[in-house]
């Protein structure tokens, strides 16, 4: 395409289960990617009982979320610079499915790759996995490792 940027933006969402380092294991093992690709690592976490949240200033707020994402960090991080891979890391807060999406629609990512089961197998069955949600509610391609 005349004018486009041939790098490709990816978003990479993350929960720090097995699956994981899975997931970055394979991205990071495969040739297939164009270089420069840009990568965002995401975290979902659950927001805080609202009555609990109101109860703490902003600052707190956001230093509790930061300090509940580090786990998945510690795991994460040493995988990226292992394979000297260089990807933002971030946090958001809310329904990991709903986020996800919502964040390839609104900073047009090229590509979302992510794990296929995560978090609490009783859950998928129940409710439907995070996977299956993200594929039916965005417009970017999914890459699901299994």
């Known amino acids: ?15 720090g289960s097995s699956e994981t380092g899975r997931v970055l294991g394979w991205l990071v093992a495969q040739e297939l990617l164009p270089a ?24 707190s707020l956001e230093d509790y979320y930061a300090a509940e994402a580090q786990p998945v960090w ?10 000297h891979v260089q990807a933002a890391c971030r946090h958001d ?19 979302v790759i992510m794990g296929s ?7 998928n069955v129940v409710l439907g996995s995070v996977a299956t949600q993200v594929l039916a509610t ?9």
């Open 93 to 111: 807060i809310g329904d990991a499915a709903r986020r996800i999406a919502a964040v390839a629609r609104d900073e047009h990512f090229d590509l």
């Open 138 to 146: 965005t417009s970017a391609p999914v890459l699901l490792v299994r």
């Open 36 to 59: 420069g690709s840009r990568f965002v690592v995401l975290h979902i976490l659950a927001p805080l009982n609202p009555c609990v949240a109101r109860s703490l200033t902003p600052g």
């Open 74 to 83: 510690h795991l994460v991080r040493p995988i990226l610079q292992r394979h």
């Open 117 to 123: 089961h995560g978090h609490g197998a009783l859950a």
């Open 1 to 15: 395409m005349a004018g486009r940027d041939p790098d490709m933006k990816i978003l990479v969402p993350v929960d």
